[in-house]
């Protein structure tokens, strides 16, 4: 079974820009969870979709945000770029929600802002 | 507060030695999840044992092995046989059921553990 796959790999963006990243779960996993990770604030969380629905949001501004589409896939959009906004973005699926479920991690998207 | 202390910022063992990643939490809820995973450099989380605030035995996963004591809140995993290969960071990190039926993940600051020849 494919694992979780996330493109691009690595992006370089503009301080003003925007940018979107994508994430395919491993199949049948309805449930994607973003976390974004830096050397100071390390791993925190974004935000969870689950049936096409967000289900919980990490302590972002609302330039954050993203979407999940009927086949699980999700995607993540942060509008005005900042160079704060420069990390490791990770996706993660789950084959469902409650405490028991383990989160399989994407290999990340290298987003750094100039 | 802290939910998830991990107080050792780097940690060295030889190769075929054990090796004990510490981990504590703080929550208030009786239901809980706590998970250990591996980031080698490629920057991939990489799932290695789950346990639940209501299992009586420790979760055991191949070399891995977690040491749950649960009044003293701490979750230390145990790499038994490190090997090369083990050479990562290491983030313990909880789920709680306060949050409902979400799936997100607190995290500690991590542990890079360099296992030497």
């Known amino acids: 079974k494919a694992g979780v796959t996330q493109t691009p790999r690595y992006l370089i963006k503009t301080r003003g820009q925007q940018v979107t990243l994508s994430c395919s779960p491993i199949s049948g996993h309805r449930s994607v969870s973003w976390y974004q990770q830096t050397p100071g604030q390390g791993l925190q969380f974004l935000f969870e979709y689950f049936s096409e629905t967000q289900r919980n949001k990490g302590n972002f501004p609302g330039r954050f945000s993203g979407r999940q589409f009927s086949n699980s896939r999700s995607e993540m959009n942060v509008s005005t770029l900042e160079l704060g906004d420069s990390a490791l973005y990770l996706c993660?699926?789950?084959?469902?929600?409650?405490?028991?479920?383990?989160?399989?991690f994407g290999p990340g998207t290298r987003l750094t802002v100039t | 507060a802290q939910k998830i202390t991990q107080t050792q910022p780097g940690m060295f063992v030889q190769e075929k030695e054990a090796v004990t990643l510490d981990c504590t939490y703080d929550t208030s809820d009786q239901s809980y999840g706590l998970f250990w995973y591996k980031q080698p450099s490629s920057g991939e989380m990489i799932f290695l044992i789950y346990q639940g605030s209501y299992d009586e035995q420790n979760a055991t996963e191949g070399r891995y092995s977690l040491n749950f004591q649960k009044a003293r809140k701490s979750a230390n995993l145990v790499i038994s046989a490190s090997q090369l290969g083990d050479s990562a960071m290491y983030f313990c990190a909880m789920r709680e059921e306060g949050t409902g039926t979400a799936s997100k993940l607190t995290f500690g600051t991590g542990t890079r553990l360099q296992v030497t020849l």
């Open positions: 993660a699926s789950s084959p469902g929600q409650g405490l028991i479920y383990e989160q399989y």
